[in-house]
């Protein structure tokens, strides 16, 4: 606590004595935390975002087990925040802070509390999805990163706890009063003559909204009116939160939980939204350093975009066909069948790459201390490039490319190099030219051809084989072409129902 900072009360027990919240004492609250909290030996768990919601659960709870004796407070209560490795910097540096206060007050106070930070799979990470497989930016439609980076990770936690306890309880932060559709899914889920829900998609997990009634101010009069009770203040939370209404990105455990790109607290990478005002109101408060993070949000909204298509996506899906939107065919207007881009080209993933790993060494060596994409990251998104359904990248670009930023190599795996090189890339092309076939189509058939090289049975490979020659490998115009009596049709859908049925109709 600085000296400039003044509570109304000198201590947590002091405010929770005196204070009422929500139309109700809070040492009632308290006590209905103990009480729900003793009846039974399921294990709690906090959903914990650093927002003014959770923290302020947190607290409740933290105070509620401190007031308890030392012999009841028989169970854990685990504090799970999920860290999608994308999330707003000065966000994840003031929840580690949070998470190491906790992890070191609470075992000194003789409390069963624990503070976790739950990841992403290697694998389904944003950048690996991104730069690796080539997804495209998520956006209203394709909003492919959430499940992967932010429900699956506290998803597996709790889960976890459910089988080793049989039951749990997800203690979270949501409020009634932060809209309509919250408050639809805490009512609907309301278990009758308990204070705990049904969990919406976990089997054998409820759920618990202490503050589930109190209004945002509310909540803010109870943060700033005593210390923390794991020491310090909320006042670097409240900074967060002036001059911006965006309001906090909660611990996201279903798929019902909207998109949080416009709040300070989800990922700085967010293209959900149009404009990313959560950057903006940072940079505007002071956080200069932040700025080429936002330009580069802005690269990435800008690939999205219909428009830009066809200068940053392939124009075959990942499995090497060409798609088209069957569901304009309900659109009596459509006469043309729409085509559907696949994932980024690799040379744009590159830029990406080498742009990103840039920006980071650049706030780095401004004195910030950053790290945008990680070491395990690198190497996974090599291995998708090497092994890239559409585009194997035969030159091993991606280690020339970090040591072209760093001046400095990775301890890169030897076995994930191809068995090709950059010469063999460039006399490929060459050939392929001369002959008029596809350089991708060869590519792929000397990889199957050398996934079995050397094994006794080659049972499969002429499956493969057949499966690669099956693909989309001419250009573009020269598929829409082919495809010319799928995609153009001269009647309406409506037309065409009238003509088979017309004899039904007369």
């Known amino acids: 606590m600085t000296a400039q900072e003044q509570f109304v009360f000198p201590d947590h027990l002091s405010m929770i004595q005196e204070f009422s919240l929500g139309n109700r004492p809070l040492v009632d609250l308290v006590r209905e935390i103990q009480n729900i909290y003793c009846s039974d030996d399921r294990p709690w768990i906090i959903g914990f ?25 028989a169970k854990h209560v685990y504090v799970v ?20 206060l906790i992890n070191e007050a609470a075992p000194k106070e003789g409390l069963p509390i624990s503070a976790h930070s739950v990841v992403p799979k290697t694998d389904q990470t944003f950048w690996v999805n991104l730069l690796g497989r080539g997804y495209p930016a998520p956006n209203q439609t394709f909003r492919w990163c959430t499940e ?26 949501s409020r ?41 101010d509310e909540v803010w009069m109870y943060l700033m009116s005593a210390p923390c009770p794991w020491g310090g203040s909320n006042q670097e939370l409240l900074e967060l939160y002036k001059g911006s209404n965006q309001g906090e990105c909660p611990l996201v455990i279903d798929k019902s939980t909207p998109s949080c790109g416009n709040s300070r607290f989800g990922c700085w990478t967010c293209t959900v939204v149009t404009a990313d005002k959560a950057l903006h109101g940072l940079i505007e408060s002071g956080a200069d350093w932040m700025k080429p993070l936002l330009a580069f949000r802005n690269k990435l909204y800008m690939s999205r975009q219909p428009e830009n298509s066809e200068e940053y996506r392939n124009f075959r899906r990942r499995t090497g066909r060409v798609s088209y939107n069957s569901g304009d065919i309900s659109d009596d207007s459509v006469r043309e069948v729409r085509h559907i881009p696949g994932p980024y080209w690799l040379s744009k993933r590159q830029k990406f790459l080498r742009e990103l790993l840039t920006i980071e060494k650049g706030i780095n060596e401004s004195g910030e201390s950053i790290e945008l994409i990680t070491r395990p990251e690198l190497h996974m998104i090599r291995r998708e490039w090497l ?13 020339r490319i970090y040591r072209e930023v760093y001046g400095e190599d990775l301890d890169w795996v030897e076995d994930d190099a191809g068995a090709f090189t950059r010469a063999d890339s460039e006399t490929l092309e060459r050939l392929a030219e001369k002959y008029g076939v596809p350089s991708a189509l060869v590519r792929k058939m000397l990889e199957a051809e050398l996934q079995v090289s050397g094994l006794g049975k080659r049972r499969g490979i002429l499956n493969s084989l057949e499966s690669i020659l099956q693909r989309d490998w001419e250009d573009l115009d020269a598929i829409n072409e082919r495809n010319h009596s799928f995609r153009k049709r001269g009647k309406s859908y409506v037309e065409e129902v009238k003509d088979e049925f017309s004899e039904f109709l007369n």
């Open 148 to 173: 992967r980076m932010k429900i699956d990770p506290v998803s597996e936690f709790i889960l976890d706890k459910v089988a080793k306890f049989g039951e749990a309880v997800v203690v979270l932060g």
């Open 387 to 399: 092994r890239d359904p559409n585009e194997p990248d035969w030159e091993d670009s991606l280690p």
């Open 176 to 216: 009634s009063q932060e809209s309509a559709s919250r408050a639809q899914v805490i009512a609907k889920h309301k278990i009758d003559g308990s204070a705990l829900s049904r969990h919406s998609s976990l089997p054998n997990a409820y759920t618990y909204m202490p503050i589930e009634s109190w209004s945002a």
């Open 81 to 100: 925040s999920s860290d999608t490795l994308v999330e707003t910097p000065v966000v994840v540096d003031m929840i580690k802070r949070v998470i190491k």
């Open 49 to 73: 975002s650093g927002g003014k919601d959770s923290t302020c659960v947190l607290s409740l709870i933290y105070m509620a087990l401190l007031q308890l004796p030392a012999e009841k407070r």
